[in-house]
C-alpha cells in the first residue's frame, strides 16, 4: 500500500507505470469530473522517473 510515507520514492501503479510519487490526497475530487459525478477518494500523484513526460494521478488503494 503506498503511503505519504512513501513521497519521493519509485512506485508502480496497478497499470504497470512507475514513477515518483509525489503526494497522496485521501480526500481528493476530480475538478475536471461534472460536479453530480465527483466522489471523495484516496488519490496519488505521480511524476515520470527522470523527470520527461506528463505527470499522472491514480487512485491509492
Do not use: N, Q
Amino acid at each position: 500500500m503506498i503511503t505519504r510515507e512513501d513521497i519521493g520514492k519509485r512506485v508502480r501503479d496497478t497499470s504497470g507505470r512507475v514513477g515518483i510519487l509525489c503526494d497522496v490526497i485521501p480526500d481528493y475530487e476530480d475538478p475536471d469530473a461534472p460536479r453530480h459525478e465527483r466522489r471523495k477518494r484516496p488519490t496519488a500523484f505521480l511524476r515520470p522517473e527522470g523527470g520527461a513526460g506528463s505527470g499522472w494521478s491514480h487512485p491509492a488503494p
